[in-house]
Nanobody, 125 residues
Framework: VQLQASGGGLVQAGGSLRLSCKAYGFTLDPYAVGWFRQTPGKEREGISCLSAGDVSTFHADSVKGRFTISRDKARNTVYLQMDSLKPEDTAVYFC???????????????????RGQGTQVTVSS
């Protein structure tokens, strides 16, 4: 079983990217899924989360109003639509779950430990 993130790249400030988090070997639908980002020398930051059943979401203040999280059950994939990107959004992004129903409520959560490889997002000024 694994999670695989994709969709990163190089984009100018103000641009958009859509990241994908696809699950292999298990179904994502029953679980909350979160997106995290990490830069060298820093702890990971939980930025967005979608609960089981898509009932609720969490977004960090730093991305609120710019990032949207959604789920495609047929594709077993969770997306992160990132708009109005800023240079400070540059990081490795990865998705994770802890096979529970609810989202984390803090950017510095120590839950959601099952993760996949990340995808690099670079925003140029």
């Amino acid at each position: 079983v694994q999670l695989q993130a994709s969709g990163g790249g190089l984009v100018q400030a103000g641009g958009s990217l859509r990241l994908s988090c696809k699950a292999y070997g298990f179904t994502l639908d029953p679980y909350a899924v979160g997106w995290f980002r990490q830069t060298p020398g820093k702890e990971r930051e939980g930025i967005s989360c979608l609960s089981a059943g898509d009932v609720s979401t969490f977004h960090a203040d730093s991305v609120k109003g710019r990032f949207t999280i959604s789920r495609d059950k047929a594709r077993n994939t969770v997306y992160l639509q990132m708009d109005s990107l800023k240079p400070e959004d540059t990081a490795v992004y990865f998705c994770a779950t802890d096979f529970a129903l609810v989202c984390f409520t803090s950017t510095q959560t120590h839950t959601f430990e099952f993760r996949g490889q990340g995808t690099q997002v670079t925003v140029s000024s």
